[in-house]
């Protein structure tokens, strides 16, 4: 039976209306292998190779990856040592503070435990000893507020969060594993994430390592054209924080 012009017209309409043009959404994402395939998981619920590098940078203690440490954080803003395990020989990258602006580096290889005495000037010769608070630790350690004596100590955990330090504005909890800390421990400095370091372009907050003593002295705005480290200063000055802000080469005033 022959079909009037304005009838075809008007069934080739509703057809063109039922079927959405180039791909459908179902609940599983998008089924044409358009936009989905940068976010799809892979059969075993791993993330695709265009996941965002958050999914396999740096982990919590409980090798969960931090709740905000999304490919935003990856900018210019957060430096760091690291962005994933491969830069870590399989080891951790963690960004310290966990948020944004911290700054990235791998847990390195706990320090060992104490197996024995030393001499007079120690706290402890095995971490059976170690009992003020709980998951103390024996360790070698360094008297630094005068002669360079090495000791047993007893260690344990001084933090979890930041929060909880607060001696002072810029107070950073460093976890255990990371620069050499036996337990998660309270470091004062003069920032704590990029945003603290706005004086110059390209600041950003990282750990300095401390002339005196073995370990960091704390979280230190690094500037373009500054020191980061003792091996860009020479004439055997230090990398020191500078009182005016940022960092500067110097000759570090050590207590003897």
């Known amino acids: 039976m022959l079909r009037s012009p304005r009838l075809r017209f008007d069934m080739l309409l509703a057809t063109l209306v039922a079927v959405p043009l180039g791909c459908y959404q179902s609940a599983g994402g998008y089924d044409d292998g358009g936009a989905a395939d940068d976010t799809a998981a892979t059969d075993d619920g791993a993330a695709s190779d265009d996941a965002s590098p958050a999914d396999d940078v740096a982990s919590t203690d409980d090798g969960s ?4 440490a999304a490919a935003d954080d990856a900018g210019p803003t957060e430096s760091g040592e690291c962005r994933t395990s491969a830069d870590c020989g399989g080891r951790d990258c963690v960004r310290v503070p966990d948020e944004p602006g911290g700054y990235w580096v791998c847990r390195a290889e706990p320090p060992p435990e104490a197996t024995g005495c030393l001499g007079e000037w120690d706290q402890c010769c095995n971490s059976s000893e170690c009992t003020e608070r709980p998951d103390g630790g024996c360790y070698l350690g360094t008297v630094c507020a ?3 004596i090495e000791q047993n100590v007893c260690r344990y955990d001084e933090c979890t969060t930041a929060a909880d330090c607060n001696a002072s504005t810029y107070g950073v909890c460093l976890p255990r594993d990371v620069r050499g800390a036996a ?15 706005s004086a110059a372009p390209g600041g950003f907050c990282a750990p300095l390592d401390d002339p005196c003593c073995p370990g960091p002295t704390g979280f230190h705005c690094i500037y373009p054209g500054r020191c980061r480290s003792d091996a860009d200063c020479t004439d055997g000055m230090s990398c020191v924080p500078d009182p005016a802000g940022g960092t500067r080469c110097d000759f570090a005033a050590c207590p003897l």
């Open 183 to 197: 337990r998660n421990e309270c470091l004062y400095g003069t920032c704590r994430v990029a945003a603290d370091c």
């Open 65 to 68: 990856p931090p709740d905000d």
């Open 146 to 148: 005068g002669p360079y």
